[in-house]
């Protein structure tokens, strides 16, 4: 047979491809061929069947080379390497700014004893050089890591010597070690670590050309497996011809390129169409809200906008002209709040909902096939970042409880490496992570074992349901008690660390005192001693100063001035399954895996005069040091409260990620689920209308913001590259420009660079050349970048799946990691990395905002990236969240200070790109406006209780037109909410509970927030937030302790403020209307309603202020006084006490007189008593009855006493008093007797005085009656 070769691509090989290759062969019988050397050749060189001739045979699914790269991966590490990897995830790494990256290796990490192989200061068996107290290295089973076959137990540094300085011989057999590569990467303890080399390809360029060079044939048995599947028959080699249009012998020129799949933006991708209408099972489907559920609720957004347009309208065109400042400021305020529901309201038009498949995700990924023989997982990695800062706010057993439920999850153990980012450089944190790697070698196996769920020990041993359901194994129970019992003394170790560090280091330093003060009793003699001051440093447990931050601060060991550290806490585990032994656990692990995913502790270099960028730039610290040391290409963000509570929620994102589109995702976003919440979620706490309601609905557009955990990112996107295809999917501008052709040099651009893009040019390609400045000097950092793209690629398993990787590529194994890999990651994390680099402005989080999670979600859509929205069945993560007041307002503070930033800066939505949709851009211009709600909040806040305080109402009169629109835009918004409700799933309660803590965030951290900016970017003032305090979960008395704890803080002012005054002004408005000649209680309604409708959006606030429950509350005086105080003026009000009942002097009232055609005219009485006209008395005294005298002298009237306007009121007959009255201001306005005019300045209003009696004025009452009486006869 003719010798075939597969020629491996430009980028495999770092050339062009050479000339073909010349063999000898000769025909056999049979036609085939077969290869001869030159010897044989020779000695018949008589024989007419040999020629000389080249033919080169392309790859087909049944006929594929084996390449070299194939055997050189399965060969198993060197020993010297193992033990160089043990040495690494043994010592502790620091270095940084103008230091030296040293490597400390540990006796111990802990107190307690250490068990797990895997784990950092695992001690194996004692040295057998003599004088020598070091242990040997061990393997990933614990057993003990021995270079010669003599099985002489020596440990690293004696080996390192015996290699140096005795020629490489065995100090036990004395025979040459065979393999002493450990020689040239071995350094001292404690001497400065090389970088690693420069020259030649790099590890992360090997590991590329492997995965491809190894799986080029796998793409050709991906397609025979799928052909397969379709006929049920063996390959057929004509028809494969057929479909790829393939011929053999040599420069076929339509060899369908990479295997068949292209990244042409052409539909036609080199298949037959029958290839491309094969089943394809996918990962992920979309489910469809039902249209009897959302036409109802589109047509009623529009109706909505309709009606509030009018409204407007018409309140625009009828000011108030009696009280126009009050209508003014209403009518501002409404317009404002019309204008922000739109902007909340225009993104909810295309909600959606999704569903993932993870039976297919095993079937694609884990299932032996063709391509992947033994069923390796072929799942990309992924690192999980766990960040922290204070272990006093947030306490290490909350953080040790999410480590422990990572190490847990149900996804490939060699794939998973959890990071820790420690930014305060703690001690404490640093042991609480060392003993939860310790218990983790029961926990993780016990719940592999048992399928536990959750997988967080504090959550699961706290459950309130039946334990035992569902569990089929005998040993369940006996298992759960010893793990019950090892969880308690783990919770022990870990509350008892602060008062165990400080007796250590309180020891070792008087300890060190003691020596001081003997070297100086040495040195100066017959001298008075001072006292010598030592500094009191931090002690870690193997009696060694901690590099961090000390309890008693010192330079260079503050929370703001330490070095970087890196400890591998865990080390990477190994490539196969590892079943437990019955002498390595307690309990019985035969048939479990008992490997741990690798577990890295990373406190970056902090140094004065160097902005640290808080929470976003510990995150870009960890993204360099994963990419060194792991380069997972997809990265989940968790804050050290927020566990895995579904250990499948890994798989579950990436159903999303590995689909066809996939590549276009730059982040799959959780919900955030909450725990230790009460069970009114009195502070809306759950925030289940934003998590359920609006981000469903922005994923049906773009893709749902960042909320800051919970996210599972792709790194290539965080890098701040382009999709791929991005010309394909322009935005809605893209129309408007035109395409510039594609340059020669990009298409000969290599794959991997060509799916690397920055910027909107076809000629910003990757070029290596420019990435320092982008990514700073680290060349191993840039060498990981195409790496982590094409493993980050979804599963080519289809034709019509574009840029996709081909089957079996990520089943080699990991590398394992060097002295010199770990000094490389020092260096990433120092603080002088970042500077003159695009980190923090284009590449990874984002700086310049508090928060960087919605400004580096809004980066990635601005440059066309889609993300997804990942709600599952069983919550995918839980955390805590402040039930305290006061912490509650302190993190919506820092939420709406970050929107303020956002609005002033260059992430305004304004100014993206056409790349983003309208609609997406309308969302992220609602999350930068959102807190300037509260300016117009507050003032119609107020506005009720000036409307009672001043007697007039926002409207002239309430009359139809204004009650109809009230009505209407009131159950359109009560409509809104129920259809909310239905398609979302939430209930009404979880509702009414946002809509209360809207206003009560909106009168205060709101307004702080505007406030804070406007500071920012008016004065330059730098923004500082509080970080929010978790509970550790402690206080087995009350669970909800912390919704009691009253801390005051000014932002209760502004709300306080708004309770009072409405209080006070209902109070008033009643004792105004009751008092009053003529009531008014229209327009008392109006402003005792809107009144009330602040007061209960105020309840959950007013509430938080009663305090614990079991005591008097505060407000429950408050309310006591304020009931009483109605009682008494009703009381008042309908039995006077006797006596004089005259109310104040000089009074003005105000009422309203109606007439004929709408009009109104204000009846002002200006003195005590009223002038009656007595000149038609004489007409009508003839028709008064004689026992009129003997009625007034009944009534107790006197001749000559006057009466004032409310003792007139309080006779029986004073209504029929007031009609008179009327008819006869009705009579003069009818015929013009008087006209209203505004008083001239200077000009001073006559008064008017009482003329007559009491019985004069009697008299005419009744002659009037009388009048009209007769009228009605006539």
Avoid at 203 to 215: G, I, P, V, Y
Avoid at 439 to 461: D, G, M, Q, S
Avoid at 628 to 655: K, V, W
Avoid at 1136 to 1147: M, V
Wanted: proline share 7%; hydrophobic share 35%; aromatic share 10%.
């Amino acid at each position: 047979m003719a010798g075939r070769s597969s020629r491996p691509s430009d980028s495999q090989l770092g050339r062009g491809s050479g000339p073909p290759t010349v063999t000898f062969s000769r025909r056999t019988s049979s036609g085939r061929y077969v290869n001869l050397s030159r010897d044989s050749l020779d000695s018949d060189i008589n024989s007419i069947e040999f020629a000389e001739y080249t033919v080169h045979i392309p790859p087909t699914p049944d006929n594929q080379p084996m390449d070299p790269a194939m055997s050189m991966r399965i060969e198993p590490p060197p020993i010297s390497q193992r033990v160089e990897e043990q040495y690494v995830s043994s010592s502790l790494f620091t270095g940084g700014f103008n230091s030296v990256t040293r490597a400390h290796l540990m006796d111990k990490v802990i107190e307690s004893e250490t068990n797990h192989p895997q784990m950092a200061g695992t001690k194996g068996s004692s040295c057998a050089i003599q004088g020598c107290d070091g242990k040997v290295m061990s393997d990933e089973r614990g057993q003990d890591i021995l270079p010669c076959e003599c099985d002489f137990k020596i440990c690293r540094d004696c080996f390192v010597d015996a290699v140096k300085t005795g020629d490489g011989i065995c100090p036990g057999c004395k025979e040459p070690y065979k393999n002493t590569d450990l020689s040239a990467n071995a350094v001292e303890p404690g001497q400065p670590l090389p970088l690693p080399p420069t020259g030649g390809m790099s590890k992360m360029e090997r590991r590329l050309s492997l995965m491809k060079s190894a799986n080029r044939s796998a793409v050709m048995r991906s397609q025979s497996a799928l052909m397969r599947s379709q006929t049920g028959v063996d390959f057929d080699h004509n028809r494969w011809l057929f479909e790829t249009k393939g011929t053999y012998g040599y420069g076929n020129a339509i060899w369908p390129k990479d295997g068949g799949f292209t990244d042409d933006k052409s539909d036609e991708s080199g298949e037959h169409p029958e290839l491309l209408s094969k089943p394809w099972r996918p990962l992920t489907r979309k489910l469809k809200i039902p249209a009897a559920v959302l036409s109802p609720y589109r047509l009623l957004i529009f109706v909505r906008m309709a009606v509030l347009g009018l409204f407007l309208a018409w309140r625009i065109r009828h000011p108030n002209d009696d009280a126009r400042w009050l209508w003014l400021m209403s009518i501002i305020c409404e317009i404002w709040f019309a204008f922000s529901w739109l902007l909340d309201q225009l993104p909810k038009f295309f909600p959606v909902n999704r569903a993932t498949d993870l039976n297919v995700l095993k079937e694609k990924f884990e299932t032996p096939t063709p391509t992947n023989p033994t069923g390796k997982s072929d799942l990309p990695g992924v690192d999980v970042f766990v960040s922290t800062a204070d272990p006093e706010k947030e306490p290490p057993l909350v953080t040790a409880n999410t480590i422990l439920s990572i190490l847990a999850a149900d996804y490939p153990v060699e794939k998973l490496s959890c990071y820790v980012s420690d930014d305060g450089g703690a001690l404490l944190t640093f042991e609480a992570m060392a003993e939860a790697a310790s218990f983790a070698n029961l926990w993780v196996p016990f719940c592999r074992k048992h399928e536990i769920e959750p997988r967080n020990p504090e959550t699961y041993f706290s459950l309130k349901k039946d334990p035992f359901k569902n569990k089929v194994r005998p040993d369940f129970v006996k298992d759960r008690r010893r793990v019950k019992r090892e969880y308690d003394e783990f919770k022990v170790r870990i509350n008892g660390l602060p008062d165990s560090i400080r007796r250590r280091s309180d020891a070792y330093n008087a300890r060190e005192e003691i020596k001081a003060m003997k070297l100086r009793r040495q040195t100066v003699e017959d001298e008075p001693l001072e006292p010598i001051k030592v500094s009191k440093a931090t002690w870690m447990a193997d009696g060694t100063h901690w590099p961090g931050t000390w309890t008693v601060s010192a330079p260079e060991h503050s929370r703001g001035d330490h070095a970087g550290i890196i400890q591998v806490m865990l080390k990477p585990p190994s490539d196969e399954p590892l079943h437990g032994t019955a002498d390595s656990s307690p309990l019985d692990f035969s048939e479990v895996d008992i490997r741990l995913p690798m577990l890295v502790y990373v406190s970056r270099e902090k140094r004065p005069g160097y902005d640290h960028n808080k929470k976003a730039g510990a995150m870009n610290a960890l993204v360099r040091a994963s990419a060194i040391m792991s380069n997972g290409p997809f990265i989940l963000n968790l804050d050290c409260d927020h566990y895995i509570y579904n250990s499948q929620a890994i798989r579950e994102g990436m159903c999303f990620m590995m689909d066809r589109g996939g590549d276009r995702l730059c982040y799959v976003q959780f919900p955030q689920r909450f725990e230790g919440i009460d069970p009114s979620d009195r502070y809306a706490n759950h925030n289940t209308v934003f998590f359920d309601v609006n981000m469903r609905a922005l994923d049906g557009l773009q893709g749902p913001v960042y909320v800051g955990t919970g996210c599972l990112f792709r790194r290539t996107a965080l890098y701040g590259f382009d999709p791929p295809r991005s010309k394909e999917h322009s935005g809605c501008c893209s129309c408007c420009f035109a395409r510039r052709k594609k340059s020669a040099s990009v298409s000969s651009a290599p794959e991997e660079h060509r799916a690397l893009r920055m910027g909107d040019g076809d000629d910003d390609e990757m070029n290596p050349s420019l990435f320092s400045k982008r990514f700073g000097n680290s060349s191993f950092l840039i060498d990981s970048i195409p790496v982590a793209e094409f493993q980050g690629r979804p599963l080519a398993d289809h034709p019509a799946v574009k840029n996709g990787r081909p089957p079996g590529a990520l089943t080699l194994p990991r590398e394992l990691l060097d002295a010199s890999t770990v000094a490389e990651a020092i260096s990433v994390i120092s603080c002088w990395y970042e500077d003159k680099t695009e980190w923090g402005n284009r590449v990874g989080w984002i700086y310049g905002s508090v928060t960087e999670d919605v400004v580096t979600g809004y980066r990635m859509h601005n440059r066309g990236w889609k993300s997804v929205y990942c709600v599952t069945k069983r919550d995918a993560f839980r955390g805590t969240a402040p039930i305290n007041l006061t912490d509650r307002l302190h993190q919506v503070l820092r939420w709406a200070t970050g929107s303020v930033e956002i609005f002033f800066s260059r992430n305004n939505a304004l100014l993206a790109s056409p790349k983003m949709k309208l609609l997406q851009r309308v969302a992220y211009l609602n999350v930068g406006i959102y807190p300037f709600t509260s300016l117009f909040l507050i003032v119609y806040c107020f506005l009720p209780a000036l409307s009672l305080f001043s007697g007039q109402f926002i409207v002239k009169t309430l009359n139809v037109t204004f009650l109809t629109y009230l009505l209407v835009i009131t159950l359109t918004l009560c409509a809104l909410a129920v259809l909310e409700i239905k398609w979302s799933g939430i209930n009404l309660e979880e509702w009414w509970r946002n809509e209360q803590f809207w206003l009560i965030g909106g009168t205060s951290a709101h307004l702080a927030a505007v406030l804070q900016g406007l500071l920012k970017v008016i004065a330059g003032i730098e923004i500082s937030f509080t970080l929010t305090s978790k509970s550790a979960g402690d206080d087995n008395d009350d669970d909800f302790a912390d919704l009691y704890l009253i801390k005051w803080s000014s932002l209760m002012i502004p709300p306080i403020t708004i309770m009072i005054t409405n209080l006070i002004a209902i109070a008033v408005g009643f004792s105004r209307t009751i008092y009053s000649t003529i009531p008014q209680w229209s327009r008392l309604l109006g402003g005792v309603f809107f009144s009330f409708w602040v007061l209960a959006h105020l309840y959950p606030f007013a509430k938080g202020l009663m305090g614990r429950r079991g005591r008097t509350p505060t407000i429950v005086f408050v309310w006591s006084g304020l009931i009483a105080i109605t009682i008494s003026l009703l009381w008042v009000a309908i039995s006077p006490p006797s006596g004089n009942t005259q109310i104040g002097e000089n009074a003005r009232f105000f009422e309203d007189v109606g007439f004929v055609g709408g009009d109104n005219v204000k009846d002002i009485i200006e003195e005590e008593y009223v002038d009656i006209p007595m000149d038609t008395i004489d007409i009508v005294q003839d028709f008064v009855p004689n026992s009129v005298d003997e009625h007034e002298v009944d009534i107790g009237m006197i001749e000559d006493d006057h009466i004032n306007f409310h003792q007139a009121m309080e006779y029986s007959n004073s209504e029929k008093w007031i009609d008179v009255i009327n008819e006869e201001i009705k009579s003069m306005k009818d015929n013009d007797v008087w006209e209203l005019v505004q008083l001239p300045q200077g000009v001073k209003p006559i008064g008017c005085k009482p003329k007559g009696t009491q019985k004069a004025m009697w008299r005419e009452t009744l002659y009037k009656e009388i009048q009209k009486n007769m009228v009605r006869k006539l």
